[in-house]
């Protein structure tokens, strides 16, 4: 059974930075691309970024290019996320995600407050 636990998140000042991770198990991790996503208070799921299965190429939404780092660690199973230069629109659950096996999961997401 595929399962993606994230965690990291918390509350942060307009400015700051925070970094998430999402712990996979069920599935070998190296062989598939991972995504991010999120989903701000009262608003839809928006794709973040995402990470090809080596790590070599790595994909953002405008909102966030420049200022967010995907990454991630094959050996540990681990995907990251480094969110730099924070701003109020950034609050949001933030979710990993993968398509295994044509079928979408998701973890229970970590808890991103941007906030004065």
């Known amino acids: 059974e595929v399962q993606l636990v994230e965690s990291g998140g918390g509350l942060v000042q307009p400015g700051g930075s925070l970094s998430v991770s999402c712990a996979a198990s069920?599935?070998?991790?190296?062989?598939?691309?991972m995504s991010w996503v999120r989903q701000a208070p009262g608003k839809g799921l928006e794709w973040v970024s995402g990470?090809?299965?080596?790590?070599?190429?790595?994909y953002y939404a405008d909102s966030v290019k420049g200022r967010f780092t995907i990454s991630r660690d094959n050996a540990k199973n681990t995907l990251y996320l480094q969110l730099n230069s924070l701003k109020t629109e950034d609050t949001a659950m933030y979710y990993c995600a993968v398509d295994y096996a044509d079928h979408g999961y998701w973890g229970q997401g970590t808890q991103v407050t941007v906030s004065s």
């Open positions: 069920g599935l070998t991790f190296s062989s598939y691309a």
């Open positions: 990470i090809n299965s080596g790590g070599g190429s790595t």
